[in-house]
């Protein structure tokens, strides 16, 4: 089946660095990806969605500046969390729509990054 | 908007037992729905989805049945084994494609 992956699954940095997150679509192509954050026994919340090739569309509250995407390939999108700070840690998670015909409506979930910032 | 509601894990069966997550939904139409599960330190995999009202998704022995009169989508498995023990999500479609995803059940099979 269709592989998402994400890089790092783990880190851990100060406050006031910037952490980016990649998240690949192995063996398939993705014109959209979207990103998702959870909470501690909370719900997967969408931050954000990522079109290939054009700027990404964020939810109400996201913060733009913060969280910047860029989904510069149909295989690779990346989300940047700028000047972090103690209350971004959290599970970030990706996923990836296949963009063939047919195909649209499943989406392949990566395994999350968990992000502690100190 | 739109927004799904679970049972509150987490739910501790033993194998072999019959398995209920409830999911019930909020919604403008009628949006596919699914199942997603997590296993332990996996991303999530989707489970089965229905499309349109009074489908029956399965998949690995789990059932769930879009009910538009209720708002449902109620899992169920009539015998569980150790290896579903996992995080289990349910959730709609959004009118971006996205996923609106309730905050999960944890299922604990013991042997």
């Given amino acids: 089946g269709a592989v998402v992956s994400q890089h790092p699954s783990r880190v851990i940095c100060k406050s006031g660095t910037s952490v980016k997150i990649e998240c690949r679509s192995l063996d398939f192509q993705a014109t959209t990806m979207f990103w998702y954050r959870q909470f501690p026994k909370q719900s997967l919340m969408l931050m954000a969605t990522s079109n290939e090739g054009s700027k990404a569309t964020y939810e109400q509250g996201v913060e733009k500046d913060k969280f910047l995407i860029n989904h510069a390939s149909l295989t690779l999108s990346t989300l940047t969390v700028t000047s972090a700070h103690p209350e971004d840690s959290s599970f970030y998670i990706c996923s990836a729509r296949e963009a063939r015909q047919g195909r649209s409506e499943t989406q392949y979930f990566g395994p999350g990054t968990r992000l502690l910032v100190l | ?111």
């Fill in chain 2, 1 to 111: 908007g739109n927004s799904v509601t679970q049972m509150e894990g987490p739910v501790t069966l033993s194998e072999e037992a019959f398995l209920t997550i409830n999911c019930t939904y909020t919604a403008t139409g009628y949006p596919s729905l699914f199942w997603y599960v997590q296993y332990p330190g996996e991303g999530l995999q989707l489970l089965l989805k229905a499309t349109k009202a009074d489908d029956k998704g399965s998949n690995k022995g789990f059932e769930a049945t879009y009910r538009k009169e209720t708002t449902s989508f109620h899992l169920e498995k009539g015998s569980v084994q150790v290896s579903d023990s996992a995080v289990y999500f349910c959730a709609l479609k959004g009118s971006q494609g996205n996923l609106i995803f309730g905050k999960g059940t944890k299922l604990s099979v013991k042997p």
